[in-house]
């Protein structure tokens, strides 16, 4: 337990995160991933060479210094960081390697003079106190998920039932169990994790379902990355028959129960978890729904049909702009305050997801509308950024 004088000491370092914590993290990613072989798969390379993962962490880690002794004021990121990590599958054998390379960053980051022994064990004991808190958290909820009807723990073999392209980039791929069994009821807006061999090497990743639960079968839409292994894996080499492992649906971006109309804004592949929500939500029928989808074009506009289909439902309505040409109703450009604000009911709760700056545009335009911060939900398919 942290004494008065360690979460002094942590909290001192406040002002050092705030300059130097991106460089720390930095080389703690760089040191643990060359030496550590067996944690490199929890890790998405494509976030390490862009900076996303770094700077995510440097995010947590200040938040959890500033907070250090009220923990209840970081909000929503431990339940967030809980869900990520049982999706890869994160296990208490992980945390003392992860312990250890951080230590040692800060000590080399910052240097003896600054990182003295009295530093390294206080921030020891913050980061094992934080461990625990994360380890007993995910314990639970590995055995939640494993006693939940049709539920599992680790990974489970699925066989792809169906593959098809939704456009030129995204490609869904329809799982059913191998065993034959039933399949947990996730809720609207989570995603599962997936482990693959890819030329020898271990690799995990999570994806949106992108349909609502069936209790039957399971639906991930991919987009095809530039340079993306896993997900140019799935288009161009698996197959109807093959088999994947598949971890149990996580996270904490879900449709919550309500009555207020629902507005689902996305852009481009973020489209995947409205989907399920919107589906759940016209199931439901006690709110009407507002489906605002940007794409840059036709030929990458996914799911047209799909929506078409619900726009007989009396409280669906749609809204699909192109940045390049029109769509059929006539809408094209980029989104804009006037857009959202014809479209968006003053009263919504709106979910959003999409690249961080079109987040990051409509997150501003919808508090400019009216919206406040608690009907404003957003996600972040890689690491935890900030908007703005």
Known sequence: MLSAEQTAIIKATVPLLET????????????????????????NQAHQAHGTQP?????????????????????????????????????????PIVGACLLRAIREVLGEEIATDAVIEAWGEAYWQLA????????????????????????????????????????????????????????????????LTIDGQEVRRNYSLSQMADGQTLRISVKREKGGLVSNHLHDHVQVGDTLEVFPPAGEFVLRD?????????????????????????AAGKRDVIFIHYARNGDVHAFGDLIDGWAAHPRFSAYVVYEQGEHRDGLSGRPSLDQLQAWVPVDADAYFLGPKPFMGFVNKALAEIGLPAENRHYEFFGPAEALG
């Open 20 to 43: 130097g914590g991106e460089a720390l993290t930095t080389h703690f990613y760089t040191m643990m991933l060359s030496e550590y072989a067996q944690v490199r798969p929890l890790f």
């Open 55 to 95: 700077r995510a962490l440097a995010n947590a880690v200040l938040q959890y210094a500033r907070h250090i002794d009220n923990l209840g004021a970081l909000g929503a990121l431990p339940a967030q960081i809980i869900q990520k990590h049982v999706a890869l599958q994160i296990l208490p054998e992980h945390y």
């Open 132 to 195: 625990n808190i994360l380890i007993g958290a995910e314990a639970a909820e590995y055995e939640r998920l494993a006693a939940a009807p049709g539920g599992w723990r680790g990974g489970r073999d699925f066989r792809v039932a169906h593959k098809v392209a939704e456009s030129a980039e995204i490609t869904s791929f329809t799982l059913e169990p191998v065993d034959g069994g039933a399949v947990v009821a996730y809720q609207p807006g989570q995603y599962l994790g997936l482990r």
């Open 258 to 282: 309500g009555d207020a109309p629902l507005a689902l804004i996305s852009g481009g592949v973020g489209i995947t978890p409205t989907l399920a929500m919107a589906q759940a939500a016209l």
